[in-house]
Structure formats: C-alpha cells, structure tokens
C-alpha cells in the first residue's frame, strides 16, 4: 500500500483494491474468529469505510466475504498504520494485514485492537457520542447513564487484549471491559440491547453494568453493535474453575480420607451449598428482572402456538446427527459401551422426548440468559455476577439470539453444567488416584445432586412469582427434562467435534436423563 498521507489515503480506490484482492483474502484465513472456510470463489469486499481521526486514526471497516450477497459474512475490522519498525513477534507484525509505505518509510496496515490505545480511542469516541459517517451509514458511539463515573483512561497503562474464536475483548485501566464484535450482525445486536436494559431499566445488579456502545447504523435505520463498554468486575474466577477447583480440593480429600466423609454430601459442603443457594437467587432475580419490562422487546408472553412441536422436531433431528456423531467416535472401551447403549436406545430417547414435550400447555416466554453455563458466572467475595447475558449463543441451538423462551432452559442448561463439573472432576481424580474411579463417580454425583437440589430449590423460592413460572410442578419438571435432553445431545456433537476426551460426559448424561443407567447417589433432603 502506498500512503503519502498516512492512513487517509487507505480510503483511494488503488487501494482499497490491493486489500480486496490480495492483502484480506490471505489475513482473514489466519484467523480464529474468521470462519471463512477458505477464500477459494469467495469475493472479498471492503463496506462502511469511515475515518475515525485522533490518535491513532483508525480505520473502521467492514469486510465482506462471500459468494453472493445472500452467503456473505461480514467482519468489523479496524485498521491503523504505523511507520514505525514492527518488532518481529509483536502484536503488531502478528496481526498484519498489509504493509505499507510513505515516501521512504516501510511500514504496516494492522488490525488496530492489538493498539495499546485502541480501548481508549473507543471509550472517548463513547463518551463524546461521535458520529461518523460513512458510505450507506454511520457510526455512531452511544454513552451509558453510568459512563460518567468511570475515570477518564490513564495513557501510561497498557490495555490487556485478548482475541480468540469468540471475537475479541479488551481491559483499559482495570475498570472497563470492552467487547469487540467481530462477525455482524449476529454478534452483539441483543447483548447490547440486554446489558442496557438490565442496567438502566431493571436496575439488576448482578451484572457488569452497562458503560456505552458503538454501533454501525445503516440508512434503513437497522443498528449493528461494534463494541460494548461495561464495567470490569474483579472476582475470584469463573463459575467453571471455581466450582471445579473446589470439586477437585474436596474428592482429593475423600478419596485419601474416606472417613471425611461425614454425615452425608449436605453436611459435607455445607459451606459451598451456602453460596449455590444464592446463585439460585440471584438467577431467579435476573430472570424476574428480565421480565419486568414493557416495551415488545421484553414484556413475557405465550410461547407460541406450534413453538414445542417445531422444538420437539429440532432436538429429534439433533438426537439423529449426536447418534450417528458416536457411531464414527473413537472413544475409551467404558465410554464405548454407554455409546453402544445410547445408540441401541435410539426409539427410547425419542419416546422420552415425546414424554417430556408439553404439547397444548400454557407457556410464557420472556428474554433469558440464553447460555447459562458456569462459565459464563463470575464469583464475587461471597456473591455472583452473571456474564455474557445473551450473548455468546452456541449457534447451532433452536433459539435465536433476542428470541423469547420459558425461563426453564437456562435452568437446565445451569443443571447440565453441574453435571459437567461432576464428570470432569471425577475424569480426572480417577486417573491420578489408583483404584478410585468408581468412589470419584460416587462422589461428584453425590456432589452433583445436592447442589442441583439446593440451587432449584432456592431458584424456585424467588422465582414463584416471576412470569414464567408455572405452579404445575410436573409441568416443570418436563420443561427441565425437555431442555436437559436439548442441552445434552447439543453437547455429545460438541465434544466429539472438539474434546473427545470429555465425550462421556454428555452420553451418560442422555443416558441417566432417559432412565438406561443408574441414577445419582444421592437420596438426602435438602437442608
């Protein structure tokens, strides 16, 4: 690229041209957040060029891959240039689109998020409200109500920047966290929507508040999210490493101390069980809190007619493509007689689908989490913050992103990701313990049941009066199982596309769910 007025003249023909042709087919390959499958008939195409000056002036730009306008996919990628020497092994030189030159200075075009001043450049463009235009649009950055209380950015501090397949995601100052959305417009669009309202609207609290966004907006009106600024929330860890290193820490101690074990798995994670309890309330207070608003966008209503026989259908079909998935896996001899059960039982789980399906009952939906996972959860001294609230969807589920749902799939999906913790834990206590494979299954099933029992339980006691809720405890149940069943086969593709090891997991968990194998060890009440 040839740019005798710094970064200004990326916008000429000649040389949007070379990026279109040459630099971008070979960069967006490289990249863990482009899905691109190869650039071979795919044009590449430059939208929404709009030059954000200060310092750095960036770039932001949009690229557009596909072979017809009905395929593409489109990326948000800002772009800044420096003339400086590019280290080798540098963020920098890594994440290179081009090079570039002014007179006799070489230089290089780069994904301008690995900039130390990128998260600064956004968060002033918020605060400020800037617009700009662009061709078929504008930019336009969006202040929070809370954005005036964070501190102005100290220049002398590093951003911290991380980027992976989920997009990118960037700490200024250790007091804002900022999203980058990479694929539009699926990401972002209800993110933004939710941490607003959650915010400024229902005023929940369990939630990194919402500081501003910037968006793409076209001239039909249509508004697509670019960044999101919320509150960095420090914490212990994340539901996940919490909940797991505290598994591990507790079977370690069984397993070499069996007379540990006391009175029963209550009295055993008395303590833990404590802080399950409030994550079931403060679930059932973002479930109430998202229920509470006017406007269509979140004001509950009936699911509609046709809604579970179209659900019951997709899960049939997904049941269909996990079966054949493990009829291909190449799998431990234990796991391969559960995978043998599970796809000789093939007419049983479907019989349990229909079994669990509420045709012709009377559901209300309202706006969820939509992948309440344990790691989407933060601990907070002795509370949780609940994260990524509709976003990071896996993109394969029947729910789209913003769509409404009964509150009951995240309570499922929640339950699977005990018994994920409890089959990862146990996994890996019965390979470093000698003999103990069966004893750690007892164990973090034990575990398991009491804490899906202590957090419905606590669940249940806030959310009996939330939209949503049924008193028909049956009719819950069914819900629960409906989407368990969902959440499972879900991840029986997931793990053998991607963590084979961890396929046991979700078979066994299909398998206990229809009834084909022993239950949990657990018969206790809860406290």
Request: hydrophobic share 45%; proline share 6%.
């Amino acid at each position: 690229l040839v740019l005798r007025n710094g970064i200004a003249d990326l916008g000429e023909p000649r040389n949007t041209q070379l990026l279109e042709r040459e630099a971008l087919p070979s960069y967006l390959p490289m990249q863990a957040w482009a899905a691109t499958g190869g650039t071979r008939g795919k044009a590449v195409r430059l939208a929404a060029l709009a030059l954000l000056p200060g310092d750095p002036a960036l770039w932001l730009a949009q690229v557009e891959m596909g072979s017809s306008s009905n395929e593409s996919q489109r990326y948000f990628l800002p772009l800044s240039v420096t003339f400086d020497a590019v280290p080798a092994g540098s963020p920098v030189a890594s994440h290179t689109v081009a090079r570039a030159r002014r007179g006799s200075n070489m230089g290089a075009l780069y994904d301008a998020v690995v900039d130390d001043r990128f998260g600064r450049r956004m968060l002033a463009a918020i605060g400020a409200g800037v617009a700009v235009p662009a061709r078929n649009g504008a930019y336009q950055f969006v202040p929070g109500a809370a954005f005036a209380t964070i501190p102005p950015p100290d220049p002398q501090k590093a951003q911290r920047t991380t980027i992976d397949r989920g997009g990118v995601s960037v700490v200024v100052n250790e007091r804002v966290a900022m999203k980058v959305f990479r694929r539009l417009p699926r990401d972002g669009t209800a993110e933004v929507e939710v941490s607003r309202y959650l915010t400024e609207v229902a005023h929940y609290a369990n939630v990194p508040r919402y500081l501003g966004h910037g968006a793409f907006i076209a001239g039909d009106g249509s508004a697509t999210p670019i960044v999101l600024a919320q509150d960095f929330v420090v914490g212990q860890g994340d539901g996940w490493t919490v909940v797991t290193d505290f598994l591990k820490r507790e079977l370690e101690t069984l397993l070499l101390n069996p007379d540990a074990a006391g009175p029963g798995p209550y009295a055993l994670y008395e303590a833990f069980l404590v802080g399950i309890a409030t994550l079931g309330r403060r679930i059932a207070e973002l479930h109430a809190a998202l229920a509470r608003g006017r406007t269509v966008a979140f004001a509950p209503e009936a699911m509609p007619e046709g809604y579970f026989r179209d659900l019951g259908s997709a899960i049939a079909a997904q049941i269909d493509a996990a079966l054949a998935t493990l009829a291909r896996a190449a799998v431990d001899d234990r796991t391969q007689a559960d995978v043998n059960l599970l796809i000789a039982s093939r007419q049983a789980v479907l019989g349990f689908l229909r079994e669990v399906l509420p045709i012709g009952a009377q559901v209300v939906g309202t706006r969820i989490h939509g992948n309440l996972q344990l790691g989407n959860l933060l601990a907070v001294e002795n509370d949780w913050y609940v994260l990524n609230v509709a976003g990071e969807l896996p993109p394969s589920r029947f729910a789209a992103a913003g769509a409404k749902a009964p509150i009951w799939r995240d309570v499922a999906t929640l339950l699977r990701s005990f018994d994920d913790a409890a089959g990862a834990v146990a996994a890996h206590h019965a390979h470093i313990v000698p003999n103990a494979e069966a004893d750690a299954e007892q164990h973090a099933l034990a575990w398991r049941d009491a804490t899906r029992t202590v957090f419905v339980h606590a669940y249940e006691q806030i959310a009996a009066t939330t939209p949503g809720f049924s008193d028909d405890e049956a009719l819950r149940k069914r819900l629960i199982d409906l989407y368990a069943l969902e959440q499972a086969v879900y991840e029986i593709t997931y793990e053998a596309a991607n963590r084979p090891a961890k396929l046991h997991i979700p078979v066994r968990g299909v398998l206990e769910l229809v009834g084909l194998t022993r239950p949990g060890t657990s018969n206790a009440s809860p406290p």
